[in-house]
């Protein structure tokens, strides 16, 4: 008997194999490339389904817009310290996958940068450069918030002192260490150790090690700080060695790529190398994008399915679930227990994030809920909950996504369909309008 081979049959048995697996029969090592595969494939998923490749489209485009105000504020910074001279090494170093065009790209920033004087721009133009850097910060955080089913971003303060760390104190520690670095291998004592054969032989394997340790641990930081959510450094580590070997790997093949781009060169002119540097951007952005999806699948094992991300709900699963959470919100207010978060209701209720996610917003629409500046965000009754009546809980589902092109006096309806419709109304509000969220709560 053939054994067919066909594609078919070959993804059946990696959806039989993978997917309906029970990791809790198998040994570690084995339970460990389950989980491989799975976040394998749903991060393939995510690529196709193309919310990844969309988000790094916009991150290029605001990349492009800010990465010269970026510059020019850190090289302002950089310059109190006396290390603004190695913005142009560093530049040349990112950008070294692009060849010779990388050096210009590089010539070209560095002379904007120059250009941008605060004496020039005067005080708008300086708050317009800064308001460009900041709105760079915010795309990332948003994009990452995506990844990790974050609803807000950080409160204002927050992000006003949390985006000025980076900027401000970011760059200082980054070049810092790296003429830290250069200044140790150019002593004479290391210089004298490398000549030893077995610990020159160590000292070049670290060397070129270091390129990937560097991205790894900045991949890590990015990780576990841009997202508004706690990220633990595992799960951050793991997607940032992930990213860090595909970023590492993606530039010598895309280094291999640009050294036979003359055919573009000839059909796009001075433009080439501008071209070929929007495309290395998109290709840093989704890799980066991708080690976060990596991270939060890791970290969330219950997200860890095939189920779409936008889910349908019936109605009454909306009114179940809405009730739930009012009440498991004002049980743990009412006795002064710790907030609920997304994560922990979803996990409590054996329901996925995406839909405690969707009927959150709901309740938050009809100022039901309060949210937190708590890190993750938390959820808190609105208002007292004596004052809030069952009975709105339910009309915020119900009338949930209706829109005024499309409002209820608009539809022509049968006289016996407006009479039965406003009994079941009536019949609603008599039931529940005495009842109140506290009533459910204590």
């Known amino acids: 008997m053939k054994l067919s081979l066909s594609p078919t049959y070959l993804k059946a048995l990696f959806l039989e194999t993978v997917w309906n697996s029970s990791k809790t029969e198998l040994s570690g090592w084995q339970a460990g490339v389950i989980t491989s595969l799975r976040i394998t494939h749903l991060i393939i998923r995510d690529v196709i389904e193309g919310m990844i490749t969309l988000r790094a489209m916009g991150l290029v485009y605001t990349t492009i817009l800010a990465l010269v105000p970026l510059l020019a504020v850190s090289f302002s910074v950089l310059k109190g310290f006396g290390v603004h001279n190695q913005i142009e090494p560093f530049l040349l170093n990112l950008l070294s996958p692009l060849g010779d065009k990388g050096a210009e790209v590089t010539a070209k920033i560095i002379e904007f940068v120059d250009n941008t004087k605060a004496g020039v721009l005067g005080s708008l133009g300086l708050a317009l450069l800064l308001f460009t850097v900041i709105s760079l910060l915010q795309k990332i955080e948003r994009s990452f918030n995506y990844t990790w089913h974050v609803l807000q971003l950080r409160s204002m303060g927050k992000r006003f002192s949390d985006y000025l ?218 208002y007292d909950l004596e004052t809030i009546p069952v009975y709105d809980i339910i009309s915020a589902i119900r009338c949930s996504g209706e829109t005024k092109s499309h409002a209820l006096n608009l539809i022509e309806t049968e006289d016996d369909v407006k009479q039965l419709q406003k009994e079941i109304d009536e019949s609603i509000m008599r039931s529940l309008k005495q009842k109140s969220l506290k009533d459910l709560s204590i």
């Open 165 to 382: 760390t980076v900027v401000m104190i970011g760059p200082v520690l980054l070049f810092s260490a790296l003429g830290i670095t250069a200044s140790i291998a150019n002593v004479s004592v290391i210089q004298n150790v490398m000549q030893i054969e077995s610990i020159g032989f160590l000292t070049h394997l670290v060397g070129r090690l270091l390129p990937y340790l560097l991205v790894i641990s900045a991949f890590t930081f990015v990780y576990m700080f841009v997202p508004n959510t706690k990220v633990k450094f595992k799960s951050a580590l793991i997607g940032a060695i992930v990213s860090g070997v595909l970023w590492e790997t993606s530039s010598w093949a895309f280094a291999s790529f640009v050294v036979g781009s003359s055919k573009y060169t000839a059909i796009y002119s001075a433009f080439a190398s501008m071209i070929i540097f929007f495309i290395w951007l998109y290709v840093t952005w989704v890799i980066l994008l991708i080690g976060c999806s990596i991270a939060f699948y890791h970290q969330n094992p219950s997200q860890q399915n095939l189920d779409a991300r936008k889910i349908n709900l019936s109605n009454r699963e909306k009114e179940t679930i809405a009730l739930n959470i009012m009440v498991l919100i004002g049980k743990h207010y009412h006795a002064h227990k710790a907030a609920w978060t997304i994560e922990s209701l979803a996990l409590h209720m054996n329901i996925s994030s995406e839909a405690c996610i969707k009927i959150i917003k709901q309740l938050l629409n009809k100022h039901l809920l309060n949210e937190t500046a708590d890190t993750p965000t938390t959820y808190i009754p609105a």
